[in-house]
């Protein structure tokens, strides 16, 4: 009886060791899927939240809303700079790079990048991929200060 006891013993002992060597590969499997995951998640921020609380330089995130007209200035090689507008507050944009081919003034337009000495410098710039898609945060966005993106070229709230 003693030996059977003493395999009892060993098989709860071992059941106890598997039991917590999973947990442990669990833990440490979450920690690098939110290691991995921390920089993939920008957030989006409308034009009057990042002039009502500006982000930190070391931020990334995403702005949108629409290209102002009259704000477009091409520089010295690829650098552009506009302002783009969610009608209730404006951001200047500079950005280094070839702009999509449906990027243009009064269109809407997404770039991800960071708040730079008051203004917004963008990584990348999307623009809408067709006359009427909008992101769903951009969207929004004007929706809250008057402009309704849906009517025939909508109109801002006077």
């Known amino acids: 009886m003693t030996a059977r006891a003493g395999m009892r013993g060993l098989k709860k002992q071992r ?3 598997v039991i917590a060597l999973a947990a442990a590969a669990l833990v440490l499997a979450t920690g690098m899927i ?3 995951m921390r920089d993939g998640i920008n957030y989006y921020r409308a034009p009057s939240e990042v002039v ?3 982000p930190a330089p070391t931020e990334l995130f995403r702005i949108g809303g629409m290209v102002e007209d009259g704000s477009l200035i091409r520089g010295a090689g690829e650098t552009v700079t506009f302002s783009v507008t969610d009608y209730g507050a404006s951001v200047e944009v500079s950005y280094t790079g070839i702009l999509p081919d449906l990027f243009a003034e009064g269109q809407g337009m997404v770039g ?3 708040w730079q000495d008051g203004h917004f410098e963008a990584q990348q710039i999307l623009a809408k991929h067709d006359e009427s898609y909008m992101p769903k945060e951009v969207t ?7 402009y309704d993106p849906a009517r025939d070229g909508g109109a801002a709230k006077e």
């Open 112 to 114: 991800l990048g960071r």
């Open 15 to 17: 059941r106890i060791q």
């Open 52 to 54: 009502a609380d500006p």
């Open 140 to 146: 929004e966005s004007l929706k809250a200060q008057g």
């Open 34 to 36: 939110g290691y991995a």
